[in-house]
T-cell receptor, first 114, second 113 residues
Framework: DAGVIQSPRHEVTEMGQEVTLRCKPI?????LFWYRQTMMRGLELLIY????????DSGMPEDRFSAKMPNASFSTLKIQPSEPRDSAVYFC????????????FGQGTRLTVV | AQTVTQSQPEMSVQEAETVTLSCTYD???????LFWYKQPPSRQMILVIR??????QNATENRFSVNFQKAAKSFSLKISDSQLGDTAMYFC??????????FGAGTQVVVTP
């Protein structure tokens, strides 16, 4: 398996624009996580899905952020409208099961909002 | 709420030497999991080692070992025979049963020749 695949790897956008980050989890994994990494706040869990259903979105910063998982092999994280403070590295991770299992991370998307 | 504290922002170690990274956590749970993840300059998050709280034996993975002190809520990582490729940010993480991974702030390890 190629691992968790995220696209794009880098994204630069202007404030106010819509941004869509994409993730393909490892085949067979039933959990998918979206994390955000910043210098100030470290690694934060934004939302996670189990079998394509959002389980906990308490980490989503505000209504400008939304995440979907239309099927087991694809998820998106959308920011609309984007703001400079959204600049961060966004990671997607997947796992089979929860807790006693390894979460495999993608290489992240570095988002810069100017 | 659980918190994970890594008190060392940066550690430097010479090749072939040993370095120990500290991690403490706060929880009222009895059963949980602890992890160390490595993030090299490539940005990829890689699992280094995992410990189940109900196991008293400390986990070991090749040159990486942990010292898990449940009563003290301490989970340190020892890197033995350090190699240049070990240079990375190391994150301690906590997960309660069926919970979310919570990360510490990280410790930057720099291995020098």
């Amino acid at each position: 398996d190629a691992g968790v695949i995220q696209s794009p790897r880098h994204e630069v956008t202007e404030m106010g624009q819509e941004v869509t980050l994409r993730c393909k989890p490892i085949s067979g994994h039933d959990y998918l996580f979206w994390y955000r990494q910043t210098m100030m706040r470290g690694l934060e869990l934004l939302i996670y899905f189990n079998n394509n259903v959002p389980i906990d979105d308490s980490g989503m910063p505000e209504d400008r952020f939304s995440a979907k998982m239309p099927n087991a092999s694809f998820s998106t994280l959308k920011i609309q409208p984007s703001e400079p403070r959204d600049s961060a590295v966004y990671f997607c991770a997947s796992s089979y099961g929860l807790s006693n299992t390894e979460a495999f991370f993608g290489q992240g998307t570095r988002l810069t909002v100017v | 709420a659980q918190t994970v504290t890594q008190s060392q922002p940066e550690m430097s170690v010479q090749e072939a030497e040993t370095v120990t990274l500290s991690c403490t956590y706060d929880t009222s749970e009895n059963n949980y999991y602890l992890f160390w993840y490595k993030q090299p300059p490539s940005r990829q998050m890689i699992l280094v080692i995992r410990q189940e709280a109900y196991k008293q034996q400390n986990a070991t993975e090749n040159r990486f070992s942990v010292n898990f002190q449940k009563a003290a809520k301490s989970f340190s990582l020892k890197i033995s025979d350090s190699q240049l490729g070990d240079t990375a940010m190391y994150f301690c993480a906590f997960m309660k049963l069926r919970g979310k991974l919570q990360f510490g702030a990280g410790t930057q390890v720099v291995v020098t020749p």
